[in-house]
């Protein structure tokens, strides 16, 4: 039974942590790390205090209206994103080498916060993080096993939150251009599937709707991508 409690908090947590990693280090490889990291302890921090605070009330916390929320607003960036890495990956090509000049959104360099990296670091680890808190408190507290439900949910942060450290490097390895596609696909596609699940959608297999929307988006990006680079090399299409 206490393995049975463990196993399924970490996995189920797990989905959660994954979520999350990729918005936090999307994010951070194209807006910067500073704010981005501020902005997940921003969200740990407030976590922190509604965990302590609430405890087992927890699942109280009107979760759909969060989703609802913050999935419309990584939606909303989510798709400025994705429109303009679609544009400057068909001027660019997935190599990155310029072809046709396109200007370049150059990275925050300023002495102040960004706060659009800030905002969405924090809103992601946010809501990612009550929802692993409520998958803890659920399972623990139905097995009467809270502290092993925790030490499940934590396992999974810090392994992988651990991984997505380690791609850090290799991430920002990416061209921008690139880069700004995938993220812009990643943030549409949670945004997406965030704030219909607010409104009440049910989708089908759960979670295992993100990877047939995240295939969707990208479809239909390649398809962009196709059509916008025969247009910007002047091919027309034969009759």
């Not at 990729?22 to 922190?48: K, P, Q």
């Not at 405890?55 to 913050?70: D, E, H, K, M, S």
């Not at 450290?165 to 596609?181: D, E, N």
């Amino acid at each position: 039974m206490r393995a049975a409690v463990f196993l399924t908090t970490f996995l189920a947590s797990t989905v959660e942590v994954i979520e999350m990693v990729i918005i936090v280090v999307g994010v951070g490889a194209t807006r910067g790390w500073r704010s981005t990291i501020v902005g997940s302890a921003g969200g740990f921090a407030v976590l922190a205090v509604l965990v302590v605070g609430l405890g087992a009330a927890l699942v109280a916390i009107p979760i759909g209206i969060l989703r609802l929320v913050i999935g419309t607003l990584l939606l909303a960036f989510g798709i400025q994103w994705y429109r303009k890495g679609v544009m400057r990956v068909a001027a660019r090509g997935f190599a990155g080498v310029a072809g046709i000049p396109v200007t370049e959104e150059a990275e925050w360099a300023g002495a102040g916060m960004d706060w659009t990296a800030f905002a969405l670091a924090f809103k992601g680890v946010l809501l990612e993080g009550l929802e692993i808190a409520i998958i803890v408190v659920s399972f623990g507290v139905a097995a009467k096993e809270l502290g092993l439900a925790a030490v499940g949910g934590i396992s999974a942060l810090v392994l992988i939150g651990g991984i997505g450290l380690a791609l850090r490097g290799p991430v920002t390895r990416i061209p921008r251009s690139v880069l700004q596609l995938i993220v812009g696909v990643m943030l549409t596609t949670f945004g997406s599937f965030w704030a219909l699940e607010g409104l009440g959608v049910n989708w089908p297999a759960g979670d295992g709707a993100i990877p047939g929307l995240l295939v969707w988006y990208l479809g239909t990006a390649l398809l962009y991508i196709t059509l916008e680079r025969r247009r910007l090399l002047g091919f027309q299409a034969r009759a």
